[in-house]
């Protein structure tokens, strides 16, 4: 169990801003705030090329993100 919690913790690290989970078997990620479609496409063309990497050299290029993963949600 604290493998699987120490594998979670690092794909959280790797994307900033989005909770992490398993479901049936696959790994989940979701965003910590609601993003809208042309958002979220936007992400996925700059995360899909990290994917295909292998998980110890995972890096997101977070400055061509469209919005800051670290900003507070405004509630």
């Given at each position: 169990m604290d493998?699987?919690?120490?594998?979670?913790?690092?794909?959280?690290?790797?994307?900033?801003?989005?909770?992490?989970?398993i479901?049936e078997?696959s790994?989940?990620?979701?965003?910590v705030r609601?993003?809208d479609?042309?958002?979220?496409?936007?992400?996925?063309?700059?995360?899909?090329?990290a994917?295909?990497?292998?998980?110890?050299?995972l890096?997101?290029?977070?400055?061509r993100?469209?919005?800051?993963?670290?900003?507070?949600?405004?509630?």
């Open positions: 493998r699987l919690r120490a594998q979670l913790t690092r794909f959280e690290d790797a994307f900033p801003g989005f909770r992490t989970e479901v078997g790994v989940v990620a979701s965003p609601p993003f479609g042309e958002t979220v496409q936007r992400l996925w063309t700059i995360v899909e090329p994917i295909d990497s292998s998980l110890g050299k890096t997101i290029p977070t400055a993100l469209p919005v800051d993963p670290k900003a507070r949600h405004r509630t």
